[in-house]
């Protein structure tokens, strides 16, 4: 089955920086690539979500970039806040109804005011 | 508030207690899941159902039992557990493709002592 990695497991950013998050898959066959961020002792929210025919897709201060080659994927965050400061949770699935998303551990971004 | 409310927020029991999770969406979704979230481990899904029919058994043990009475609500059924199913469960739904663009409940917090 599918086997999603990130890195790094805690990343530390002073305010107004740029933070990256990096998740690996294992599956080719993956084609659907979402984000999740938690904040703590909140629940998962969806940030971004995108498909193995985009490259890229931008929201805001966010944006996800997929390289289908190296079967990666990547979480920029632009001009960093405190209220960003939460668990970040990549996942990766071939789409579709009977095919599970498996998640990373998640990893752990905090933002120095 | 989410739109998928979990209840109780907070369950302590013994290990030869009957409890049971409750979870509502308010979304018009067709989908609705249960996922455990244990610390520094991905979050493992259990159990999916569309239009009220169970579509995925992620290999459970049978002391969890689930009941989808309609597709506004999804219950959790839990007899003798054991204290390494103490998590944080997380009921979620979805509308359209299953297993994408999940909107999490904000969880309970499952103490087995």
């Known amino acids: 089955g599918e086997n999603v990695e990130q890195h790094p497991s805690t990343l530390s950013v002073q305010e107004g920086d740029s933070a990256v998050i990096k998740c690996t898959y294992s599956?080719?066959?993956?084609?659907?690539f979402p984000w999740y961020k938690q904040e703590l002792g909140k629940r998962p929210q969806l940030i971004i979500d995108?498909?193995?025919?985009?490259g890229e897709k931008k929201d805001q201060r966010i944006a996800v970039t997929l390289n289908k080659t190296a079967k990666h994927f990547s979480l920029h965050i632009t001009e960093t806040q405190p209220e960003d400061s939460a668990v970040y949770f990549c996942?990766?699935?071939?789409?579709?109804?009977?095919?599970?998303?498996?998640f990373g551990k998640g990893n752990q971004v905090v933002v120095i005011p | 508030e989410t739109g998928v409310t979990q209840t109780p927020r907070h369950l302590v029991m013994g290990m030869t207690n009957k409890k049971s999770l409750k979870c509502e969406q308010h979304l018009g979704h067709n989908a609705m899941y249960w996922y455990k979230q244990s610390a520094k481990k991905p979050l493992e899904l259990m159990f999916v159902y569309s239009l009220e029919e169970r579509v995925e058994n992620n290999s459970v043990p049978s002391r969890f039992s689930p009941e989808c009475p309609n597709s506004s609500h999804l219950f959790l059924h839990l007899h003798t557990l054991q204290p390494e199913d103490s998590a944080l469960y997380l009921c979620?739904?979805?509308?359209?493709?299953?297993?994408?663009?999940?909107?999490f409940g904000s969880g309970t917090q499952l103490s087995v002592l």
């Open positions: 979620a739904s979805s509308q359209g493709t299953v297993n994408e663009k999940l909107f």
């Open positions: 995108i498909r193995s025919n985009v």
């Open positions: 996942a990766a699935s071939r789409g579709g109804g009977n095919n599970r998303l498996a």
């Open positions: 599956d080719s066959a993956s084609n659907y």
